[in-house]
């Protein structure tokens, strides 16, 4: 089956319907809430929503407020893969016997990095396996920010969380953020990708080419957390777009297997003076604030520098 | 009626094809039933229309059940010990999400150490869970458990998830001849495939699992406190109706000889079969007891209970489950429970037995009666004791 990513013009997008209303109790400046109307400005027919215990969660339903204006479940932290899996049977099994009648149905399952690289790993990797059809977004901010910013195997190296905090002999995090895409793809899922709510054209065709694939899709998406990640909080996809530039979150796709960069990642790849060093990225936000006061870490900058242009350049050799 | 010898796996295998759900998943967690192994013969052959979701853990088993169930399924599921373990978080989260999954249990002990026999402590751990609750004598009971565990949960003033209970190796091992239920049969009971009124319907989209803080919580759980109330009348009637089909009757609490009894046993499950026995032996030999059996656990039908204990001298209460540092079985803690304050207060001798799949023996029970006996002539209770262990 080939599979095209739609091209969408920011106009265009303009008139579509989003299905995440105002009035959520998202803090100010979250990037999560920018994500989710995004991702549901892709809907085109009948859809679901599943979504893991987390800011997204806590935050658009507190009782006796919603949201969400489509079918919306929550369950737990670590099993939104699963019952993603019982929803996508359930519509097989009741669309075989005539008891389902709104025919083809979007399922999408939400999960932070906690909830997708850590606590919900297994979930998510027996429904890969499995094959259901449905798309998983991991929303990644980088910590358990829901719960009080701890370290998660999605936390980028160095950052000070509470769980790893910068103290006088430890600075931060000291393990590198676990590869969770390409771990995903080599489950040979149809659909893998990245995308950025910098970049809502492309953010906004990834879920409707993942949505539109037969079989599980997944993308991951960068979506910063102003209080655990502490910055001014209009910066928000400014930062989050600086990630994308500095390669720490580089956009493409693995489409059957085939890695393609996205627009944003080939122009850098086209052109490497485009590529921005990590400090840019690093410096300006509070939990890297260790790498440069008292005094500056270059030792531990260069580390950062080294991890992210190994990942890149392996990147850039699957891409060609 | 023809009758086909089945173990009590497979007997509970048939009624779930009997009742063609629409999901079923499920994880064989050590110890595994052959239950849903049975049932997936089901689906490769093409006997039954379900999506067989072969899970990669128990967790994600109940998981995907409560994702089936909210999307308006019809759900089953098996499993036991250490697998009901692994799922005890979603199993409080599918009785407050009112969905009406119907699980079999093959009751195993709990590790550790591990040990994968007979002991029912797995399910009385779903006490407070909202769960409904029921346990079967042999191989017949739960075969019907099974299909009208579909009819109680799913009840419009009910929905809750039901607990069907089977003691492990003693009925889910064991070959006895059952008249199985025809998937017309079932149908016909139930009414129909199910009809979900509160659902994932994108026709009418609504949003179920939502945060409630302090000022809606109470409310949210005092829900599924009220549904389990309003089953005790659902029961009844399903019980009622399924002895208008299908001629065996069923009550939540069973008794056997107890109408001129001054002592007697009090159990769950297969130890009733035991005890029935030991029962008329004893009766042989002019002695004045009977059985008082509980199906239904949760919700629990106390006043049954102390109506039938209303001329006792003494009960004898037997338990194939335990709780550790409490005021004794987590059987008779309820038993006592009910008497309290009624009026009624026969003597009690509480026993734990077979634990991990210990044999207890039709002897055993004599033993036991004649040593509860002897106390309750002079006037004593006997706390819990575990039978049959080296001490």
Redesign the interface.
């Known amino acids: 089956m080939s599979i095209e990513l739609p091209k969408y013009k920011l106009k265009d997008l303009l008139d579509k319907p989003i299905f995440f209303s105002g009035g959520h109790r998202l803090c100010a400046g979250c990037a999560a809430g920018t994500m989710a109307r995004q991702v549901t400005m892709a809907f085109d027919k ?3 929503i ?1 979504n893991a215990t987390g800011c997204l ?2 935050a658009s ?4 407020f ?1 949201a ?9 932290f ?2 939104v ?7 996508e ?6 669309g ?2 005539g ?2 009648k ?1 025919g083809e ?1 979007d399922i999408i399952a939400f999960g932070g990095d906690g909830g997708t690289y850590d606590i919900g790993f ?2 998510l ?2 429904a890969l ?2 094959g259901h059809d449905f798309l998983y977004i991991l929303y990644d901010n980088g910590a358990y920010m829901n719960t009080g910013i701890q370290r998660s195997g999605g936390t980028p190296f160095g950052a000070s969380t509470t769980t790893s905090p910068a103290g006088s002999v430890i600075p931060g995090k000291h393990q590198f953020r676990k590869p969770i895409t390409d771990i995903v793809a080599a489950h040979r899922i149809p659909f893998v990708a990245t995308a950025s709510p910098a970049y809502p054209e492309d953010l906004i065709a990834k879920v409707r080419a993942g949505l539109d694939v037969r079989g599980p899709a997944f993308l991951h998406i960068e979506a910063s957390c102003n209080r655990g990640q502490r910055f001014d909080p209009s910066k928000s996809i400014e930062y989050v777009r600086l990630a994308t530039e500095t390669c720490i979150h580089p956009l493409y796709a693995v489409i059957n297997g085939k890695y393609q960069l996205s627009r944003p990642s080939q122009r850098i790849a086209d052109d490497p003076s485009k590529k921005l060093p990590v400090e840019d990225y690093l410096k300006l936000e509070g939990r890297w604030r260790h790498f440069f006061k008292p005094t500056k870490r270059t030792d531990l900058i260069e580390i950062f520098q080294k991890d992210i242009d190994e990942r890149w350049e392996e990147l850039l050799k699957k891409t060609k | 009626m023809v009758k086909i010898a089945v173990t009590g796996d497979d007997a509970v295998a048939q009624a779930a094809k009997a009742v063609n759900p629409d999901v079923v998943a499920a994880y064989p967690i050590t110890p595994q039933t052959i239950i849903v192994e049975r049932f997936a013969d089901f689906v490769a052959d093409g006997e039954v229309d379900t999506e067989f979701v072969t899970v990669e853990s128990e967790h994600s088993a109940m998981s995907a059940c409560v994702g089936a169930s909210s999307a308006g399924a019809r759900v089953f599921t098996s499993s036991a010990s250490a697998g009901i373990m692994l799922m005890y978080e979603i199993v409080f989260i599918a009785a407050s999400s009112r969905t009406p999954i119907v699980m079999a249990i093959a009751n195993r002990a709990i590790s550790g150490p591990i040990n994968i026999h007979g002991e029912e402590t797995d399910q009385m751990l779903f006490r407070d869970s909202g769960w409904i609750s029921l346990f079967a004598e042999d191989n017949q009971e739960a075969h019907d458990h099974t299909i009208l565990a579909f009819k109680i949960g799913e009840h419009p003033d009910v929905l809750l998830p039901v607990a069907v209970g089977l003691d492990g190796f003693i009925l889910s091992h064991a070959i006895e001849g059952i008249e199985p239920v025809s998937r017309q049969e079932a149908l016909d009971f139930l009414g129909g495939e199910r009809v979900a009124k509160l659902k994932l319907d994108t026709t009418k989209p609504l949003s179920i699992g939502l945060l409630h803080l302090p000022d809606y919580y109470m409310e949210a759980r005092a829900q599924v406190r009220d549904a389990q109330e309003r089953s005790r009348k659902v029961i009844l009637e399903v019980f009622s109706e399924w002895e208008k089909r299908f001629g065996r009757k069923y009550n939540p609490v069973e008794s056997y000889m107890m109408e001129d009894a001054e002592y007697a046993f009090l159990t769950m499950g297969s130890s009733a079969g035991n005890a029935r026995t030991a029962i008329d032996e004893l009766r042989t030999k002019g002695e004045k007891v009977g059985l008082i059996k509980i199906r239904v656990y949760r919700p629990f039908f106390g006043e049954h209970v102390v109506n039938l204990c209303k001329n006792l001298k003494g009960l004898i209460t037997i338990e194939r489950s335990h709780s550790f540092g409490g005021p004794g079985g987590i059987l008779s803690q309820d038993i006592k429970s009910a008497l309290y304050g009624t009026g009624v207060s026969p003597l009690m001798a509480e026993y734990t037995i077979g634990l991990g799949g210990r044999d207890t023996l039709i002897r055993d029970y004599h033993i036991m009666y004649n040593r509860a006996k002897e106390a309750f002539n002079t006037g004593k209770n006997l706390p819990i004791y575990w039978w049959g262990l080296r001490e």
Do not use: C, D, F
């Open positions: 009948p859809t679901m599943v969660e806590v339903t507190i009782y006796p919603s969400w204006e489509v079918p919306w479940l929550h369950v737990a670590e099993n893969a699963a019952v993603a899996s019982g929803i049977a359930a519509i097989k099994a009741m075989r016997k008891t389902y709104e149905t297994q979930a990797s027996g396996e499995r």
